[in-house]
């Protein structure tokens, strides 16, 4: 089984909304990620978690707070977002050793902000 | 810094045809290399991977091979279907737990 879950898979929100965006592996990985993705363009690294703590956070503005609650799932909570953050959000899984990278995908969150 | 640059689309093809799906990185050391692809309103699907020199990756009859002298990792697929219709992204591992990716390449294929 190599199934990353998102959910919801598509989303509108107003600008003074606050949502979440979640994300479940059952593949023991200990490493998940958050990716940005905008229309014809590819993947942007957001945040990185390694055994449920923060490892990387590529300077993302504070209105999106990840969270990894235990060691299966992800979090990334929205809140006063703007039109520009409209675009699929793709949450990764991959084992957590050195050389160990090989990241599987969710479908994604279609996120529209109005 | 690590970069990965791939050939602009769109590639459009017939059916049955050759493709090639030209890619090239630059790194310090020696990075892990993937193909993903991402069909219409999809996440990316790891499509295959190469960990080392003259490694050959392979899956559903496509192919690439890291090649170290020429920092290239060109995707091919004697035969291409329609349903192969999608955007193909070369990546390296950084070795930091992130990946970069190349920018994309769309690949139509007509019947």
């Known amino acids: 089984d190599t199934e990353v879950t998102q959910t919801p898979k598509h989303l509108v929100m107003g600008m003074t909304n606050k949502k979440s965006l979640k994300c479940e592996q059952h593949m023991g990985h200990r490493a998940m990620y958050w990716y940005k993705q905008k229309a014809k363009k590819p993947p942007e690294l957001m945040f990185v978690y390694s055994y449920e703590k923060l490892s990387i956070n590529e300077s993302v503005p504070s209105r999106f707070s990840p969270e990894c609650p235990n060691s299966s799932l992800l979090n990334l909570h929205l809140h006063a977002l703007q039109p520009e953050d409209s675009a699929l959000y793709l949450c990764?899984?991959?084992?957590?050793?050195?050389?160990?990278?090989?990241?599987?995908f969710g479908a994604g969150t279609r996120l529209s902000v109005l | 810094g690590d970069s990965v640059t791939q050939m602009e689309g769109p590639v459009t093809l017939s059916e049955e045809a050759f493709l090639t799906i030209n890619c090239t990185y630059t790194a310090t050391g020696y990075p892990s290399l993937f193909w993903y692809v991402q069909y219409p309103g999809e996440g990316l699907q790891l499509l295959l991977k190469?960990?080392?020199?003259?490694d050959k990756g392979s899956n559903k009859g496509f192919e690439a091979t890291y090649r170290k002298e020429t920092t290239s990792f060109h995707l091919e697929k004697g035969s291409v279907q329609v349903s192969d219709s999608a955007v193909y992204f070369c990546?390296?591992?950084?070795?930091?737990?992130?990946?970069?990716f190349g920018s994309g390449t769309r690949l139509q294929v007509q019947p």
């Open positions: 990546a390296s591992d950084t070795g930091r737990r992130a990946l970069t």
């Open positions: 190469a960990t080392k020199a003259d």
């Open positions: 990764a899984s991959s084992q957590a050793g050195q050389g160990q990278n090989i990241q599987y």
